[in-house]
């Protein structure tokens, strides 16, 4: 659990780095229809809850830093008894002074008129111009004196590329619930089931241990559904002998997990599954070694194209020159994808991998990134060996990058090949 304290010295870290006579302002996230007169359920603006914990709708936090002095300002909505009766609770302006470590409490109603006072005289505009456009907009109307418009969200962003000791264990307790799933996924008899079915069992696990949603919608892809990278209609039958990708991670009080197993159907590898299977691990576990402080993650993903071309080589798929290969991207054709992405309250977490300079920020101890390299190979790619056309193969795990090495959070979820028929076994 993170308490007021931590999220004070959030505001406090971003008001250090905003420019004297600014103003910044984060909008909560707006609510989104599903269809017709229904919603999706809300979800809160990542960087607001980052910097308040607050999970209302209609709410918006302001900073000010103004003749060097500082001020900060959340927005929340009036109580309504009528509208509570239909959406819940409002925590409303009595409660929020009590609970929040913020200098001003305003109901939401008044931000416009309490904007255009803020904006006066003020040299700088730190907000997201991809969210909230028509409150930015209106905004902007009443913005005489801004001199230069800056993205909050870098600023937050490089805040976030950081974790607290609070954050890890939220983002680990994620990870314990999921691998609680991804470990039924492969001791549970799956033959002749639907993907989404298995899709619901694994949500199911991520419900009852209280985690409230996933992360991302799951992929749950049988044989050569794996092949599509971002399959989610997770609709066909799993068929015995194939393999099914999951990807599938849960949100556990708004930090994700993002892991993917590639299991047997029927419990078992077959020969030319394991052979893939195993290039993709030793390459995903050689990568996991090389993480440490001061190195860049374009350096893992060299390192990956290499492994995996230089194995797709010796098994036949790609031939000649393993050098050639790589300079013409021939391997590309397989391994399409980035070698992992930043992770914690986004499961692409909103943070920045250049510098101010557009330099490659380094790995530093305290960062949490994904690792997942992966095979794809189309069952019609009438240029590889049959026996291995139709395989889609891709193991992810969670890594936080620590003082002289890294720690694998997800170290717990099996992923030998022995290890996951032992499993099937049971
Ligand atoms: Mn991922």
Known sequence: ??????????????????????????????????????QYPYRQDSSLYYLTGFKEDNSALVLIKYKNKTKSILFVQKKDKNLELWTGKRLG???????????EIYESENLKSKLKEFLKDKKSLYCDLNSGHKKIKKVLQYAKSIENHKNISLLVGQMRLIKSENEIKLIKKAIGI????????????KIGKKEYELQAEIEYIFKRSGAFSDAYTSIIACGNSANTLHYINNNKILVNNELILIDAGCEYDYYASDITRTIPVNGKFSEAQAEIYQLVLDTQIEIIKNIKPGVNRTK???????????????????????????????HKKYYPHGIGHWMGIDVHDQAPYLDNKEKEIPLASGMVLTIEPGLYINKDDKRVPKKYRGIGIRIEDDILVTKYGNKNLSSAIVKRINEIEKLSQV
Not at 93 to 103: E, L
Not at 300 to 328: C, D, F, P, Y
């Open 300 to 330: 893992l993903q060299s390192l990956a194209e290499l492994l995996l071309t230089r194995g797709m080589v010796k098994l036949g798929i790609l031939h000649g020159s393993v050098k050639k290969l790589i300079k013409n991207n021939v």
């Open 1 to 38: 659990m993170i308490r007021e304290n931590e999220y004070k010295q959030r505001r406090d870290c971003l008001l250090n780095k905003l420019s004297n006579n600014s103003i910044a302002i984060v909008f909560s996230a707006t609510n989104k229809t599903r269809s017709n007169d229904t």
């Open 178 to 189: 999921t691998a609680n799933a991804h470990h039924y996924a492969m001791s549970s008899k």
């Open 93 to 103: 302006i009595k409660k929020a002074k009590q609970k929040f470590k913020i200098d």
